[in-house]
């Protein structure tokens, strides 16, 4: 069965510093995906990235980058200049194939990130 | 951008009645999943849908039925809701772009059963 753990359940950064939100992972699936959702108070989640599992070079999407190191089962989302904004749950998640075609995701218990003055 | 909602977005009902949480994606997609969310905690999937006429179990055992009639529309219903109800049920659909298959959320339907 594949696993995500978030070790950080809440992380402070000030405004327009980086941070870096860690994620290990474990599966036996020699091809997986890993994704980012953004899920601000309101509840809604919002899709941030994605890294597969063959990808030659770390995902990068505006403000967001994607530290995956294979060898050691990680993929730690990367927030530069951090705005007011980004204070939310961060929740890092697994593609797992399903019967029939589609995936499911395995999901980590998030990081809460708040962004201050 | 995904275009998928869900009513109501917040619920507040008493044990026993029957509800029918609404979720509709007007992306065409072919798989539609719903996940259940406790406060803080990660999500469990607990039905997903290939197509029409077509509904799977998932990981989280759930009281809770699915129907998928048309391609859009993927309803999950509660024929007696009880206090352990009481969650956000996020609903989801996904299409395969740039070479993989994202998931795209609605809003959510925070539930609260008294």
């Known amino acids: 069965a594949q696993k995500i753990t978030q070790t950080q359940p809440g992380m402070f950064v000030q405004e327009k510093e980086a941070v870096t939100l860690d994620c290990t992972y474990d599966t036996s699936d020699p091809s997986y995906g890993l994704f980012w959702y953004k899920q601000p108070s309101s509840g809604e989640m919002i899709f941030l990235i994605y890294q597969g599992s063959y990808d030659q070079q770390n995902a990068t999407e505006g403000r967001y980058s994607l530290n995956f190191q294979k060898a050691r089962k990680s993929a730690n989302l990367v927030i530069s200049a951090s705005q007011l904004g980004d204070s939310a749950m961060y929740f890092c998640?697994?593609?797992?194939?399903?019967?029939?075609?589609?995936?499911?995701?395995?999901f980590g218990t998030g990081t809460q990130l708040k962004v201050e003055l | 951008e995904a275009d998928i909602y869900q009513t109501p977005r917040y619920l507040v009902i008493g044990t026993g009645k029957k509800i029918t949480l609404e979720c509709s994606q007007t992306m065409g997609h072919d798989k539609m999943y719903w996940y259940q969310q406790d406060p803080g905690m990660e999500l469990h999937l607990i039905h997903y849908s290939y197509g029409v006429n077509s509904t799977e179990k998932g990981d989280l055992s759930s009281e809770s039925t699915v129907s998928r009639i048309r391609t859009e529309h993927f309803p999950l219903t509660l024929e007696s809701a009880r206090p352990s109800h009481t969650s956000q049920y996020l609903c989801?659909?996904?299409?395969?772009?740039?070479?993989?298959?994202?998931?795209?959320f609605g809003p959510g339907t925070r539930l609260l059963v008294l």
């Open positions: 998640a697994m593609r797992e194939a399903i019967t029939g075609g589609g995936n499911k995701l395995t």
């Open positions: 989801a659909s996904s299409a395969r772009g740039r070479g993989l298959e994202t998931q795209y």
